[in-house]
């Protein structure tokens, strides 16, 4: 499962990207700001996003920079607020 969700955070991040190509460099430990350059904006972006895709809502206390500093981050957060 975490595989799928995983699968599902990259394929948003490269579309918020509009880069294609970033699909296969992106791991769990890739740092969102530091490795792919994603902005504050596109961070918001992204987790509207997420929220969309697994049909779910972040409480507030969900979005600190902790959470959303890598994909491994996102993964937990999307696995605490869907089972």
Same mark, same amino acid.
Do not use: P
């Given at each position: 499962?975490? %595989?799928?969700i995983?699968?599902?955070?990259? /394929? =948003? =991040?490269?579309?918020?990207?509009?880069?294609?190509?970033?699909?296969?460099?992106? %791991?769990?430990? %890739?740092?969102?700001?530091?490795?792919?350059?994603?902005?504050?904006?596109q961070?918001? /972006?992204?987790?509207?996003?997420?929220?969309?895709?697994?049909d779910?809502e972040?409480?507030?206390?969900?979005?600190?920079?902790?959470?959303?500093?890598?994909? /491994?981050?996102?993964? /937990?957060?999307?696995?605490?607020? %869907?089972?």
């Open positions: 499962m975490k %595989t799928d995983e699968d599902k955070v990259k /394929q =948003i =991040i490269c579309t918020i990207l509009e880069n294609n190509d970033c699909y296969d460099r992106i %791991t769990g430990e %890739t740092h969102l700001v530091n490795d792919i350059g994603i902005d504050s904006l961070i918001m /972006q992204l987790v509207v996003e997420i929220e969309i895709a697994f779910m972040f409480d507030d206390d969900d979005l600190v920079v902790e959470n959303l500093a890598n994909v /491994q981050g996102l993964i /937990q957060l999307i696995d605490k607020h %869907t089972h």
